[in-house]
Antibody, heavy 117, light 110 residues
Framework: EVQLVESGGGLVQPGGSLRLSCAAS????????MSWVRQAPGRGLEWVSY????????FYADSVKGRFTISRDNAKDSLYLQMNSLTADDTAVYYC??????????WGQGTLVTVSS | QSVLTQPPSASGTPGRRVTISCSRT????????VNWFQQLPRTAPKLLIY???QRPSGVPDRFSGSKSGTSASLAISGLQPEDEGDYYC???????????FGGGTRLTVL
């Protein structure tokens, strides 16, 4: 069974940093691209970043470019999102999702990031 | 403003059929497949339809997808109370190099 479990969310002050993790199991992690998608409270879904299986291709949404860094450790079956210079607009539930390039076929349960003083 | 436009709400009574539209406003996703996601209250999104009209294993055949021209649609037949939630369309944008989502449609089962 495919499982994705996010962690690392919490309360952070504006301008601060946070690192999210996504632990994958139930599939060969090293063969799949992965994406982060976020959802602000009461709002819709917003794609954040994509990384392919070998880390050779990485994309970011304009809203996070230059502040967020996506990475992965295939040996640990883990995906990461380093978030710097956080603002209130980054407050959201962050989901990791398996990205097949055709769809986002499995999602984690999400981790809440709150940016507030 | 999203390049994929959905109605903010839809409703239907149990047993009836409801459709949710998703209109494309950018040529950047013209040749790319549309996916649909279901988000029930207080849960993570779940893939409902991929590649315009394909159902993942385990998704009931009450759910169907179609695409014609600049529009895609999700149809739900035999509406059930547990179908109540938010539905999102999405497609890969070749210009943005990222996924774009519609604004979401809240389905209410009356």
């Amino acid at each position: 069974e495919v499982q994705l479990v996010e962690s690392g969310g919490g309360l952070v002050q504006p301008g601060g940093s946070l690192r999210l993790s996504c632990a994958a199991s139930g599939f060969t992690f090293s063969l799949y691209g992965m994406s982060w998608v976020r959802q602000a409270p009461g709002r819709g879904l917003e794609w954040v970043s994509y990384i392919n299986s070998s880390e050779s291709t990485i994309f970011y949404a304009d809203s996070v470019k230059g502040r967020f860094t996506i990475s992965r450790d295939n040996a640990k079956d883990s995906l990461y999102l380093q978030m710097n210079s956080l603002t209130a607009d980054d407050t959201a539930v962050y989901y990791c999702a398996r990205d097949t390039a055709v769809d986002l076929d499995y999602w984690g349960q999400g981790t809440l990031v709150t940016v507030s003083s | 403003q999203s390049v994929l436009t959905q109605p903010p709400s839809a409703s239907g009574t149990p047993g009836r059929r409801v459709t949710i539209s998703c209109s494309r406003t950018s040529s950047n996703i013209e040749n790319n497949a549309v996916n649909w996601f279901q988000q029930l209250p207080r849960t993570a999104p779940k893939l409902l339809i991929y590649n315009d009209n394909q159902r993942p294993s385990g998704v009931p055949d009450r759910f169907s997808g179609s695409k014609s021209g600049t529009s895609a649609s999700l149809a739900i037949s035999g509406l059930q109370p547990e179908d109540e939630g938010d539905y999102y369309c999405a497609a890969w944008d070749d210009s943005l190099n990222g996924w774009v989502f519609g604004g979401g449609t809240r389905l209410t089962v009356l």
